[in-house]
């Protein structure tokens, strides 16, 4: 008898090598191997993945590169939004989950798979963002979680797969470390806890520029398309200003949240780049934007990225969202200047054609050249009208 095809979600980490192993040979299935590569791998790594998952006996082995679209359909509306969960986290991974899912999702269509399986477990985000995305898109097809149905822990893991002769330490373990474009996350035993912080050595970048450094980024309609006076893809410019920014240390932190299955979670992450751009993003907005865009902009933006962080990319009310963002995008163009330091950035300030702040309308707390101060003595009583009446109305109950 033929074996049935599984397409296994794989990084080459500790709970996808069990899932090889035990797929392959306690479900006898032939198991098909994939990547989904969100712009966090270079080609060495990849390639040394690969060679990881024939080792451990997989039948084909896929790589899929959703940078680009990755960008295209999902970062770029967190750029327009200056999405950041409970004001710190850019979404580094769960936006990454959401593209993957959808990436494997259609390899499974392609290749004709009977099942789908991912190495999730049981306590958290990402096996509810994975099995609701594969059952909104391939609900025909079996989904396997062999460590949340089996209930293993890390040890487990380690002791089975060094029992099928595949050389694992809990030393290895000892971080999991997640890499896109658009941040790395760092989980450890620290991170287990509401005390701790990560020691200096389980950051994936370490310190390495010391010297005061000034940027110039700029942006057209909302997009980073230069840095430096150098015009760069989107892509291009988000892994270059990673390159330059991350050796200082910038964009670490960890972060507190609420879990799609109700509990409380810490993760660390570094994402220099992502909090960077959104920063000087977010200032070149004030600047070139009206108040209530703004103030509606950040209400969709908290609602898109909490309900992105929760696997539901596929809402079409995701679509509609996007819509007016990318709408609010005309005249957000310009120059952002910014200052690194070890640890930390500053945006300095901003040009652009389109700035409210023309000094033309007048200068604030110091002349205007658009009005009266006749203007303003009648623009404050109507303004404050109904508060006035209201109050001589009640406040003699």
């Known amino acids: 008898m033929m074996k049935k095809k599984v397409v296994l979600a794989f990084s080459g980490g500790l709970d996808t090598s069990f899932c090889c192993i035990y797929l ?3 479900r006898d299935m032939e198991v098909h191997s994939v990547i989904v590569n969100t ?3 270079s080609e060495e790594e990849l390639k040394q993945i690969e060679q990881r998952a024939y080792a451990l006996g997989v039948t084909s082995h896929a790589v899929v590169d959703e940078t680009l679209n990755y960008y295209e359909s999902c970062i770029k509306y967190l750029i327009y939004g200056n999405v950041l969960k409970n004001a710190t986290y850019p979404l580094s991974v769960s936006a990454e989950r959401v593209s993957q899912a959808t990436a494997i999702a259609k390899y499974v269509n392609m290749i004709g798979a009977d099942y789908v399986a991912h190495g999730s477990t049981g306590a958290g985000n990402d096996q509810v963002r994975f099995d609701m995305i594969f059952n909104i898109m391939i609900p025909g097809v079996e989904i396997i979680t062999p460590i949340r149905d ?4 890390r040890e487990a893991e380690i002791e089975y ?4 002769g595949v ?13 896109g474009i658009w941040g790395t996350s760092v989980g450890g035993k620290e991170t287990l806890t509401s005390n701790q912080t990560l020691p200096e050595e389980a950051w994936p970048t370490q310190v390495t520029e010391t010297e005061e450094c000034d940027i110039e980024l700029t942006f057209e309609k909302g997009e980073l398309v230069g840095i430096d006076g150098q015009n760069l893809s989107p892509v291009k410019a988000i892994q270059k200003l990673q390159e330059i920014a991350q050796p200082y240390g910038v964009g670490r932190d960890i972060h507190v949240g609420d ?3 109700g509990i409380k979670g810490r993760v660390g992450f570094e994402a220099a780049a992502p909090m960077i751009i959104i920063k000087a993003h977010h200032t070149l907005e004030k600047h070139t934007l009206t108040k209530w865009q703004l103030s509606w902009k950040d209400q969709l933006a908290a609602f898109y990225g909490n309900w992105l ?3 539901q990319f596929h809402d079409p009310i995701m679509r509609n969202i996007e819509a007016f963002l990318s709408d609010t ?3 957000v163009s310009g120059k952002v200047f910014v200052k690194l330091n070890p640890y930390r950035f500053q945006i300095i300030g901003i040009e652009s054609k389109h700035d409210l702040m023309s000094n033309k309308f007048g200068s604030y707390g110091e002349m205007n050249n658009s009005w009266s101060g006749e203007d303003v003595k009648g623009f404050s009583k109507i303004f404050g009208n109904q508060t006035m009446i209201w109050h001589r109305v009640n406040d003699n109950k």
């Not at 797969?161 to 099928?164: I, R």
């Open 259 to 261: 879990t799609i299955i």
């Open 39 to 41: 712009g966090g791998f």
């Open 150 to 153: 089996l209930k293993l822990s």
């Open 167 to 179: 050389e694992y330490t809990a030393e290895k373990a000892r971080y999991s470390i997640n890499k």
């Open 309 to 311: 962080h929760e696997g």
């Open 161 to 164: 797969l060094n029992k099928h």
């Open 24 to 26: 392959s040979r306690d």
């Open 329 to 331: 995008q005309d005249t």
